[in-house]
């Protein structure tokens, strides 16, 4: 029997249920979507020396002081610089040095000028403008200053941050480990994407649906397998799971049909049910347990239904297991506009699901054009969910409703 729970209570049971994942050192080729186990401060500058931005010539700005088109100034070029060499002769008085892009500024130079705007031959190069001190010269420090922090613990790895730590010459930087969530997909009624349609049948969407969520938010994954409605069957796979697994997502078997046997399941295997059953629209069917630690979210077969509940009740949990701060586990309201109306009235806690649009400067919220339990279409290329309080009737077109980002 299904004794739903208010979405925030079963959110915190599965918060409590789980812990952050270990701390490893991590290869920098692969710490993409991990989350920091430590600070990451600048241990040198980056650049770590005055480079140049262009190709181009390096000169003492004094020099070209009186440079016009009516009366150049012509320098002696002493040498060539190509990134990565160095210089070898200071640029004194009368002189430049031919400078590729990321070159190091030779001693002596203080300004450059790309080869556009000179006149050069292999000897000379010639100015028709002042230069001023410091013109086009990136310098040490000017990206990341040494000493400098520049993530915090907690924080997910980037592109950006990725490429931050390779500058630092971090070859392993301390991070949790990614959390590994075992897929198990339910019901004799499945069939497996490039099989033969059969009457009767539908292709098992929610494993991809999830596993890709589970993956965009720092998680591996593997799928267990594909199981007919048998608590004897969805009992092995689960052992299975949590012997390989940090915690199992299953589709499928939660509400109180004759077929729905994956409670059971859960209980044969000695888990502790923590939930079954969420006071909300969609995503009411479902079953949180937990056994030797480790959390088993076992979701409706609807499709929307699994990912609302997904996103509401199971996302936190995976947030912290993954390593984020307190503060990010939940994500954070605000107030949005919807451009139409919802004409049902919500006894419990309802979830619509839309993008998020900011053109004219406010938050408004397009509806998907279907929000019904099975409507899995309807979640593509949303990124926001706005949250209809329970005992709230139809919602009129210009309404405001608390919404959070996908």
């Known amino acids: 029997m299904i004794n739903p729970i208010p979405y925030k209570t079963a959110r915190q049971k599965a918060l409590d249920a789980v812990r952050p994942m270990p701390e490893v050192k991590c290869p920098v080729a692969d710490c993409f979507g991990a989350v920091l186990a430590q600070d990451i401060i600048a241990a040198e500058n980056v650049p770590p020396f005055d480079r140049s931005p262009y190709d181009g010539y390096a000169f003492r700005a004094a020099d070209t002081l009186t440079a016009s088109k009516e009366d150049p100034v012509t320098l002696r070029i002493l040498e060539e610089i190509p990134a990565g060499g160095i210089s070898h002769f200071p640029v004194t008085e009368g002189c430049a040095v031919k400078i590729l892009t990321g070159a190091p500024i030779p001693e002596g130079a203080d300004a450059v000028r790309m080869f556009e705007?000179?006149?050069?031959?292999?000897?000379?190069?010639?100015?028709?403008?002042?230069?001023?001190?410091?013109?086009?010269?990136?310098?040490?420090?000017?990206?990341?200053?040494?000493?400098?922090?520049?993530?915090?613990?907690?924080?997910?790895?980037?592109?950006?941050?990725?490429?931050?730590?390779?500058?630092?010459?971090?070859a392993f930087p301390l991070v949790r480990r990614k959390p590994l969530a075992g897929l198990i997909s339910t019901g004799s009624e499945l069939l497996e994407v490039g099989e033969e349609p059969q009457p009767g049948k539908i292709y098992d969407s929610n494993r991809y649906t999830l596993e890709s969520e589970l993956r965009r938010n720092g998680c591996e994954t593997?799928?267990?397998?594909?199981?007919?409605?048998?608590?004897?069957?969805?009992?092995?796979?689960?052992?299975?799971?949590?012997?390989?697994?940090?915690?199992?997502?299953?589709?499928?078997?939660?509400?109180?049909?004759?077929?729905?046997?994956?409670?059971?399941?859960?209980?044969?295997?000695?888990?502790?049910i923590l939930v079954h059953g969420v006071e909300m629209k969609p995503g009411m069917a479902c079953a949180y347990g937990v056994r030797d630690g480790k959390l088993i979210a076992a979701l409706s077969g609807n499709p929307a239904s699994s990912l609302i509940n997904f996103y509401v009740v199971a996302m936190p949990a995976i947030r912290k297991m993954c390593g984020l701060p307190e503060e990010n586990w939940i994500a954070e309201t605000f107030p949005v506009t919807l451009e139409r109306g919802f004409r049902k009235g919500s006894p419990c806690d309802r979830f619509l699901r839309g993008k998020l649009d900011l053109s004219d400067g406010t938050a408004k919220m397009h509806l998907s054009p279907d929000q019904g339990n099975v409507v899995l279409s309807s979640s593509i290329g949303s990124d926001i969910m706005a949250v209809i309080p329970a005992g709230?009737?139809?919602?009129?077109?210009?309404?405001?409703?608390?919404?959070?980002l996908l």
Request: net charge negative; hydrophobic share 40%; proline share 2%.
């Open 117 to 170: 705007k000179t006149v050069f031959t292999e000897e000379t190069v010639t100015l028709f403008a002042p230069a001023k001190h410091g013109e086009n010269i990136i310098y040490a420090g000017e990206d990341v200053r040494k000493g400098t922090i520049l993530a915090k613990t907690g924080t997910r790895i980037d592109a950006g941050l990725c490429g931050t730590i390779a500058a630092q010459n971090l």
């Open 222 to 272: 593997v799928f267990l397998g594909s199981v007919k409605d048998s608590t004897q069957a969805i009992a092995d796979l689960m052992e299975n799971g949590l012997a390989r697994c940090d915690f199992l997502v299953t589709t499928g078997g939660v509400s109180v049909g004759e077929y729905d046997l994956t409670e059971k399941a859960m209980e044969s295997i000695g888990a502790e």
């Open 392 to 404: 709230h009737g139809p919602v009129e077109e210009g309404e405001t409703m608390q919404a959070f």
